[in-house]
């Protein structure tokens, strides 16, 4: 018998070896890990005898072959019904168990078969970071959670660090993370999100020890050495504890709680804006903000909201020129709400969910807390849009306030920048924003910042600003170094009328890095309130 005839037949008595597995672990508290199947009664179900004391359930899709679509591209040039091309896909599910918890294995299309409610969350990720050398990171998939949220994968050429990839550890979210594990004898490489992708040679014979040891690696703590901030915030998709949570929004909306309130999830030009309705008809009225009281008195009576009713519901934003619609949301996602569930609060922002992991939310709590109040008296907001209130501040100060709104410096490479809304003649850079929403805010912040850094750092920039200023608030020699230290920034936001200043959580994030960036340069720092009537 030729060698390789009998690593043939040793194969065979032990199973054909697997390059690569897609694992899923299913929730502790499922009375029956079957559930985790849609439709399996129309499934083929095969037990897998393993050894004597370990089995698997094997559900199998069956094949139903169709033509690709590719095929109808070359009609009527070919007789695509002659070439009688067919493809099948096919897929199945292995249901086991490893140690204390149960599985389920993915092959083909089988993913499709997963009702995904039924899946342990992040259990991937988990086995992942505590397997992976921090050194020997491959790519890594991240959420930014501030202006408008996107997703990204970075990959490098190399194994690298986790602090070599783009990653802010504090407003990105990983989702997904590729590396080579310590100990060989787990995989040559895992990828962990929800579900673990396993490269490695191993049989079905192994694969109930593996499971186990999958299982251990999820529960436990050794993460936190490199990787703890991964706990910061994470989006919450248990649907046992997303109905709980809107159980508690709808009690906190009908109790009017002030952690509750509405803004829209994007950002709007206010100048072309009349308002808002609850209502699609012409006769419903218009109204300048979002708040919960007027949905609740013109929208819906606040015995009819429930969370099917504030998904199906629709806020309409109202064209100031012909009252026609401009732009439509749900009422779910214009809600921003904080919620507490023992001990651990939860973030809802655009219609996602987050969990925020309780020492995290109390340290950017304590930094916002400590962001001081301006000193710069403002005149209350009653006018169209932002141009026309700082228009009307500047044209209003006696010469103190320079108007600097849509008035931007052109530099090379770097396109046109906005210095600040408005500039005192005490040294005040101010940046005005109406809408109490993470994207609007983050837009405002990030202003400030990119202005402040071009100003201490550019000659060229605070020349190109010294020019646009009245001559009594320009600035002797603007080509010289600056002490940053003579000079803040003032972020000033409109607020609704009888409200107090209100940040949505990633907002205050996205506050404490900017504030700390400022500091850093040696810029006071400030926020002001307006009032709007």
């Not at 342990?120 to 921090?134: D, H, K, M, Y």
């Not at 703590?221 to 809107?246: G, H, I, T």
């Not at 000033?492 to 009328?497: E, G, T, Y």
Request: with cysteine.
């Amino acid at each position: 018998m030729s060698p390789r005839t009998a690593a043939q037949l040793a194969m065979r008595e032990a199973g054909w070896p697997a390059k690569t597995l897609t694992i899923y672990q299913i929730k502790e508290d499922v009375p029956d890990p079957n559930d985790i199947v849609k439709g399996r009664e129309s499934l083929r179900a095969e037990v897998v005898r393993i050894t004597e004391g370990s089995s698997g359930l094997l559900y199998i899709l069956k094949p139903r072959p169709k033509e690709p679509a590719w095929v109808k591209f070359f009609e009527p040039f070919v007789d695509t019904a002659a070439l009688r091309i067919r493809s099948a896909l096919s897929g199945a599910v292995l249901l086991m168990k490893g140690g204390k918890r149960h599985y389920a294995l993915t092959f083909g299309i089988g993913h499709i078969l997963l009702d995904d409610e039924f899946v342990e969350r992040r259990f991937g990720l988990r086995v992942t970071l505590n397997a992976v050398s921090p050194d020997h990171i491959r790519s890594i998939d991240h959420r930014r959670l501030d202006a408008v949220p996107r997703m990204t994968r970075e990959q490098l050429s190399k194994a690298s660090r986790i602090h070599d990839f783009g990653l802010d550890v504090e407003r990105d979210m990983l989702k997904a993370l590729t590396g080579k594990p310590e100990d060989d004898e787990f995989a040559d490489r895992l990828t962990g999100g929800d579900q673990l992708s396993v490269a490695k040679r191993t049989t079905l014979r192994e694969l109930p020890a593996l499971l186990e040891s999958y299982g251990t690696l999820a529960e436990g703590s050794k993460y936190k050495e490199s990787f703890a901030w991964v706990d910061n915030v994470f989006e919450v998709r248990d649907q046992v504890l997303v109905r709980r949570l809107d159980d508690m929004l709808v009690k906190a909306i009908r109790a009017r709680d002030a952690g509750v309130w509405l803004a829209p999830p994007d950002i709007i030009d206010w100048s072309r804006i009349e308002g808002f309705k609850y209502r699609g008809s012409k006769s419903s009225p218009v109204w300048a903000d979002l708040t919960f009281t007027d949905y609740l008195k013109h929208g819906r009576r606040p015995s009819e909201v429930t969370p099917e009713v504030l998904r199906a519901d629709k806020i309409r934003a109202v064209s100031v020129e012909d009252g026609s619609e401009r732009e439509q949301w749900s009422t779910y996602r214009c809600i921003v709400a904080e919620l507490n569930v023992d001990g651990t609060t939860y973030i809802l922002s655009e219609g996602k969910r987050y969990d925020v992991e309780p020492s995290f939310y109390s340290a950017i709590e304590e930094a916002v807390k400590a962001v001081p109040t301006s000193t710069i008296k403002l005149p209350d907001y009653k006018d169209r849009g932002e141009k026309e209130y700082n228009e009307r501040v500047a044209r209003r100060s006696n010469g103190r306030i320079a108007l600097l709104d849509r008035n931007e410096v052109r530099l090379r490479g770097r396109g046109k920048v906005e210095a600040c809304d408005l500039y005192t003649a005490d040294k005040q850079f101010v940046h005005v924003k109406r809408g109490a929403v993470s994207s609007v805010l983050s837009h405002l912040f990030s202003q400030g910042l990119v202005s402040s850094q071009l100003f201490l750092y550019e000659a060229e920039y605070r020349q190109c600003v010294c020019g646009k200023l009245p001559a009594a608030l320009q600035w002797e020699r603007p080509g010289d170094p600056i002490r940053s230290a003579d000079y803040e920034v003032v972020y000033a936001i409109v607020l609704p009328a009888g409200k107090e200043l209100q940040l949505p959580f990633f907002s205050r994030i996205t506050l404490r890095n900017t504030t700390r960036l400022l500091q850093q340069m040696g810029f006071k720092y400030s926020l002001a309130a307006i009032a709007s009537r």
